[in-house]
């Protein structure tokens, strides 16, 4: 473990968005190219802030910051270490991306979505940088009740239904968080992250042990969109505007995501888990959501919905990879924490861009795409093959970890979940890339209208991630390799 050190850096960078609100507020009416400049603005700062971290996060240095002391051993504090840092990084890289994008996207409700989105990226910090469970619980509460806004953006009677049944699942999931967080407590009387497990040093019986631990992946899990806890995304994702709907699946989720991760690693621990015997449950449990959610994605019509659907099977990969208990594959889960991010954040970005320029969301009725936006379908094609797990693509070498790890935990037949995986992205994928690039187009006249480089540029910028992360960025000798903030993210 490496040294800790007081710092101010914390809490600048958790409450660095929030001066968005300063442009809401003070130039929203008589300056609202300025107010645009400031809201965007403050998401590229938070970034450059976080990736003034690099060095801390290679040496182990760990960032602390106390807030408050709410009663004892209880305190409402952050603290940077290296799997705080590589979520954060992620999380400030791809809101960069989505809120560039909103640009040429929202043009109604400007100052609520702006505010409300840049709200969202400083609680998701607060839960990346959480010092204890408290921090993370009340970061992470705040980050579910104002995306709501968010998802009912457009204000339809769908968006409306959508935004209900998710805080009807937020909330309930908040709850059972809570009595975890109260267990916690309760059995070991600190709720404090140290980089490995504290709650089995206070000689808790394994029955107690396993019921928080039961508790705790039902609360997350929801998030985490765990089958059958799954059921607010189908219904959130189309729903929500084109850049929300990539933070929802390349962010939102794996904030559920992270949850899971620190109580597997901060608050149970490795060896902990292993004795308990959860792994194998676990591993069926995230088996059962990659190959039903696959399905559920082959009969959907609607291209965002598909997509979603994809996202709950997706998701399961990082906690399969978790509860393989192996080196490799936690490797394979956490690189494709950022992995996902980039390929659905590509897809989802593409969605808006077909929705906007095509008018359609319906994958029957994307027959020559490929001539009319070709720059957004290749882009599509990228992070479709990437989902499949293609070589070259960052796709590919999180499938490959997690099959490696299966072997290292001695649990071969589990490669089988992840081939047939493999083969049912390529049934719900291929056929809109066909369709593109190899079917006449439906219309009359065509007409070549690509989206504006506002929206177009950081889809394409998220695209070409999908490759760099899959040559440049996971090959551990070269400078500033993601594998290298990995490797010391792992406690095993």
């Known amino acids: 473990m490496g040294r800790e050190v007081k710092s101010v850096l914390p809490i ?26 400031v809201y965007v603005g403050s998401s590229v700062l938070t970034f450059i ?73 400083s609680f998701c910090l607060g839960v990346a940088f959480s010092a204890n469970m408290f921090t993370l619980f009340i970061f992470y509460e705040l980050m579910s009740l104002f995306t709501y806004p968010l998802i009912i953006h457009d204000e339809t009677d769908i968006a409306r239904r959508a935004g209900l049944k998710y805080l009807v699942y937020s909330i309930t999931a908040g709850a059972v968080i809570l009595a975890a967080l109260i267990m916690q407590y309760f059995y070991s009387g ?17 029955g107690v042990l396993k019921v928080i631990f039961s508790i705790y992946l039902l609360g997350f899990g929801v998030k985490a969109c765990i089958m059958p806890l799954h059921g607010w995304v189908p219904d959130a994702h189309p729903a929500a505007p084109a850049p929300a709907s990539a933070l929802l699946s390349g962010v939102i989720l794996k904030v559920g995501v992270f949850g899971i991760m620190r109580v597997v690693y901060d608050v149970f621990g490795v060896d902990l888990l292993k ?35 994809s996202s709950v099977g997706q998701v399961s990969y990082i906690i399969f990879g978790l509860f393989l208990l192996s080196k490799s594959g936690a490797y394979g889960a956490m ?20 929705m906007h320029e095509l008018g359609t969301k319906d994958v029957r009725e994307m027959d020559g795409a ?20 293609t070589p070259v693509t960052c796709g590919f070498i999180s499938k490959w970890l997690l099959g490696v790890g299966s072997v290292e935990a001695h649990r071969v037949y589990f490669i089988a979940v992840l081939l047939i995986s493999s083969l049912l992205n390529a049934v719900y994928f291929l056929p809109i890339v066909y369709s593109a690039f190899f079917k006449k187009v439906t219309v009359r006249e065509l007409f070549s209208h690509e989206a504006p480089l506002s929206m177009l540029l950081p889809t394409l910028i998220c695209a070409v991630l999908v490759l760099i992360l899959g040559v440049f960025v996971t090959v551990p000798g070269l400078p500033y390799s993601l594998i290298k903030v990995v490797m ?5």
């Not at 308990?276 to 696959?294: E, N, R």
């Open 190 to 206: 600190t709720l404090a992250f140290t980089g490995r497990g504290t709650i089995g040093a206070a000689g808790v019986s394994a």
């Open 275 to 309: 004795r308990l015997g959860v792994s194998l449950p676990m591993l069926y449990v995230a088996s059962i959501s990659i190959i039903v959610a696959s399905i559920f994605a082959i009969t959907q019509t609607d291209l965002k919905r598909r997509l979603a659907y």
């Open 370 to 389: 490929g001539a009319k936006i070709p720059l957004t379908m290749i882009a599509f094609s990228i992070a479709a093959l990437g989902m499949m797990g």
């Open 488 to 492: 010391k993210v792992i406690p095993l």
């Open 49 to 121: 802030l976080i990736l003034l971290l690099y060095p801390r996060a290679m040496n182990g240095t760990v960032s602390t910051q106390t807030i408050l002391e709410i009663a004892p051993r209880i305190t409402l504090g952050f603290r940077i270490d290296t799997l705080g840092f590589y979520f954060g990084l992620l999380l400030s890289v791809l809101w960069v991306i989505a809120s560039f994008y909103s640009l040429g996207y929202i043009t109604s409700r400007e100052t609520r979505y702006y505010s409300f989105l840049s709200l969202n990226l």
């Open 12 to 37: 600048l960078i958790v409450f660095t968005p929030c001066l968005s609100l300063a442009g809401a507020l003070l130039w929203r009416n008589k300056r609202p190219r300025f107010a645009r400049f």
């Open 335 to 354: 690189l494709h924490v950022a992995h996902h991010a980039f390929m659905k954040g590509t897809l989802f970005l593409c969605s808006g861009i077909i």
